[in-house]
């Protein structure tokens, strides 16, 4: 299984950024996917999930109504669409998929890892 994920970059306060992950190896649609992000000096944190059909997502509360998680079965892509940005969602973002049938927040349930693509949130 492989995951690409891209679309990170520099961007001011309020700003937007659409992250995109794309999955190979495996028929993607079988499989919940997550996005998750590490900050300089912090443990890795859960910023959401989208079950396998898209039908369910899962957001962490300090990006509700903020981020929104996505994707597209017939593409192998999940998206994560960062709106009103702030520069505490400075971090490396990488998305992940369970090697199961697990949909959720837990980090150690994601079996396969993306390289990450780094954020930067200027204010």
């Known amino acids: 299984v492989q995951l690409q994920a891209c679309g990170g970059g520099l961007v001011q306060a309020g700003g937007s950024l659409r992250l995109s992950c794309a999955a190979s190896?495996?028929?993607?649609?079988?499989?919940?996917m997550g996005w998750f992000r590490q900050a300089p000096g912090k443990d890795r944190e859960f910023v959401a999930a989208i079950s396998r059909s898209g039908g369910s997502t899962w957001h962490t509360d300090s990006v509700k109504g903020r981020f929104t998680i996505s994707r597209d079965n017939a593409k192998n892509t999940v998206y994560l669409q960062m709106d009103s940005l702030k520069p505490e969602d400075t971090a490396v973002y990488s998305c992940a998929s369970p090697s199961g049938g697990y949909y959720g927040p837990r980090l150690e349930y994601y079996a396969y890892w993306g390289q990450g693509t780094l954020v930067t949130v200027s204010s």
């Open positions: 190896g495996r028929t993607f649609s079988n499989y919940a």
